[in-house]
């Protein structure tokens, strides 16, 4: 449900308090809306809602014009409150969830009903806004001088520039000019930007993207960055063999289906092509061409897999509120047993390798009935390498098993993933039955009590994606930087190792072939950790179609440029826009 403003603009602002006129306009209509869109509006999570005139004239007073409230602007408005600073503290950190170092309108008004519970005598708390609070008798807060504040603002709007043709003037932001033109960015100092991602933006242009560009780093590892990657909502992928559930998933988180070609769920391999299931403002599905060359959308970098890919790429939108915080990546099933025989017309592999760096969580569904391993699954499991953090495991229609069966099959599933997993640490495994239909009363009431609890522990691992997203992205930024550095030395070493006249065609296939003991050369040279070197064979592969002698020579100053990054400037970022009341 979205509510529309309609007090007039001449509302008279003569009192330090919210209006109680007003504010009534929101209890009534929080009283009136159903109990599910309260709690929604509690949580901030509705795209507009009906807040005092005075309240918005404050947001806008301290946004700069871009809708964000930061942390030094927050510590003067929030000190009219008079609340105790540890209070305060507890309300920026619970309306800045996200961690995103800035509140836009949403969060602010979310802080707002934080303060007025907390002068009520409410003590400030994570459950707070979870808890049934009596909006009907929410008294306004009080924010004192206020009226002052806006009354000077209001002069000031007077003498500033008219609107024109009844409509103000839309100012870009500095970081939407960054990836249209390097020089532009270098004019922009770290202290201008207004949020976490906004600095991860400037810092890509200036320090890292330039060595990339260098060694061609877009070419071997991944493609540049662009402004939507940056600014994409977070990603869960979902994998597996055929009819273990992946589709019917997202439809049972969903509560409905989705757009697209792939609606239809059966025991045969249905879904034959990759889904992105996004928010839209209509119900619609995209084609993958389409999709690909969309500026506002982040999956550019799928153009590298050629058109035979991308006709099995659609992207299907639908209004939900789900889907405003988390995009979900529908896979079509592994290949198993013969099928496997037949090739796929596009690199499987590298397309899921690809989406595994952009997501924030990877689900791997098995059911008891597939929980063999196929070389294709084990080749799109390997092309996981380095995204451990992310990987969660689902065996998933449990309930087809009774209680005996099921720790049997718990039992070969772990002994499967240990041949595959190359790693000492246990895999989370999450067991229950993701569908809309009931628990089979053939798991008994251990199995069902068991399924319950396995669902809500894996709704809190996702319901955290959201939450955790910003942090997420500093950290795939950081290990993009310090994997392309890695890159940078590599192809300096080899271009080093080339001769100036004579025996080039020669010595470029010696480094090719004997690639491993190169890149010994460099982390000893280096002091590198190894486990950061890329795969020596899909190296191979793409270094085979480059002549050595034309790559660049070592630039200590780029190198320079990203040790900077990484030692002071992400930090500084990062301090800048913690809790101010830290």
Sequence with gaps: MIYQDTLPETTPLNSCIVEESEWRLIRLRLAAAPKTTRKSIRSGSVTLIQVPLSLRHAHTQHTDGDG??????????????????????QVWAIADSKRQGFLGFREFITAMQLVSLAQAGQAVNSDLLSAEVDFENLKPPLMDGLDVLLAKQKRTSKTSEPELNGTPQVQNSPAALW?????????VPLASVTSIVDGLKKLYIQNLKPLEVTYRFNDFVSPLLTNSDFDAKPMVMLLGQYSTGKTTFIKHLLRSSYPGKCAHIGPEPTTDRFVVVMNGPDERSIPGNTVAVQADMPYSGLTTFGTAFLS??????????????????????????????????????????????????????FDPHKLDISDEFKRVISSLRGHDDKIRVVLNKADQVDTQQLMRVYG???????KVLNTPEVMRVYIGSFNDKPINAAAGPIGTELF?????????????????????????????????????????????????????????????DNLFDEFAKVQREHHLPAGDFPNVEHFREIL????????????PKMIQ?????????IPELLKSFRNPYD
């Design 561 to 569: 440029a990203v040790d900077d990054m990484l030692g002071y400037d």
């Design 312 to 365: 099995k790429f659609e992207c299907s939108q639908m209004p939900h509120p789900l889907l405003e915080h988390i995009t979900f990546v529908d896979t079509p099933g592994v290949l198993s047993g013969e099928k496997q025989r037949t090739q796929r017309s596009y690199d499987f592999t590298g397309v899921t390798s690809w989406f595994a760096a952009k997501c924030d969580l990877i689900l791997l569904l």
């Design 452 to 512: 319950e609890k396995e669902q809500d522990d894996l709704l809190a691992d996702l319901k955290d994606i959201p939450k955790k997203a910003c942090d997420r992205r500093i950290n795939e930024f950081v290990k993009r930087a310090r994997a392309a550095k890695i890159h940078s030395y590599i192809i300096s070493h080899l271009k080093r190792e080339m001769p100036a006249m004579m025996g080039k065609a020669k010595t470029q296939q010696r480094l090719i």
């Design 412 to 418: 070969a599933l772990m002994w499967s993933l240990g």
């Design 179 to 187: 990836f249209s033109s390097t020089k532009s960015a270098k004019k």
């Design 68 to 89: 964000r409230i930061t942390g030094g602007d927050a510590t003067k408005f929030f000190a009219m409150s008079n609340l105790p600073r540890q209070d305060l503290k």
């Design 544 to 555: 085979s179609g480059y002549s050595i002698d034309k790559f660049e020579k070592l630039k």
